[in-house]
């Protein structure tokens, strides 16, 4: 058999094998804040992979920086633990105010409630509004001012929860600044670390990540929608992140 006849019988075998594996799983990429990384989707992740064969890349970057991400097309949705007019508000306040902010659609996709996170050391069972506000305005410096141990009170911030921190500013600090000499901190496990760490600290978090390596005083409620942001509408990847959260994705959220 001539060597022309003996490659294209191989190519022809090879064009009537029966196709299998090798199919690339559907993907979506989610800039998010500590709010629904903690809630939402450190909890679906590996389930919804398993399930409907959709892999999410998680970038847990912050609200503000989510958004820049996806006006430039890094990801495919933002997601923060905020309403959407406070998204576009805090937009503003760090200097990247939204032209057009109708170009954006947006959803709530669950709730958080922020906690208080603070050093086990810390024995106050409760904290009010004012006390809170004295905290972290600065204007209580020790936690004996509030009714708690003599210990110095070290607030620890952290740059990639600005939706978290503003949510609070608003509800518990009547919009006032937070204090100027604070510990730093990036995302809310780092808080979470830096607190557990340090005598005296006291930072804030979601709910879900409230156990027993820290302290967490009772103070009023803080609630706030965890709200998903695209430009224009979702895309199919989105659409199907959407109705598993909605779906089979609250048996693992709820836990």
Aim: hydrophobic letters at 40%; charged letters at 25%; a neutral charge.
């Amino acid at each position: 058999m001539k060597k022309a006849s003996i490659i294209a019988l191989s190519l022809a075998c090879l064009i009537t094998l029966p196709f299998t594996g090798f199919v690339r799983a559907e993907e979506v990429t989610v800039g998010a804040g500590a709010a629904p990384t903690e809630n939402i989707f450190a909890k679906i992740k590996d389930p919804m992979e398993k399930s409907i064969g959709l892999k999410l890349n998680l970038i847990s970057s912050g609200p503000v920086q989510a958004l820049k991400d996806l006006d430039e097309k890094k990801v495919d949705a933002a997601t923060g633990g905020i309403t959407f007019g406070d998204w576009m508000k805090m937009m503003e306040k760090e200097g990247s105010s939204v032209a057009d902010p109708s170009v954006y659609k947006h959803r709530v996709i669950g709730k958080d409630i922020v906690k208080l996170m603070a050093h086990k050391g810390v024995t106050v069972g409760a904290l009010s509004k004012d006390q809170l506000k004295a905290i972290f305005t600065g204007k209580a410096a020790n936690w004996k001012d509030v009714g708690g141990p003599d210990l110095p009170i070290v607030v620890v911030l952290g740059s990639k929860i600005p939706g978290t921190q503003s949510v609070f500013q608003k509800q518990m600090m009547d919009d006032e600044p937070y204090v100027q000499k604070v510990m730093e901190a990036t995302t809310a496990a780092d808080v979470k670390e830096k607190v557990q760490a340090t005598p005296g600290a006291v930072g804030l978090g979601p709910i879900s990540l409230v156990d027993g390596a820290i302290s967490s005083p009772e103070i009023p409620e803080v609630g706030r929608p965890i709200t998903l942001v695209t430009r224009g509408e979702p895309s199919p990847a989105v659409a199907r992140l959407v109705d598993y959260i909605n779906g089979e994705g609250k048996q693992h959220i709820s836990k």
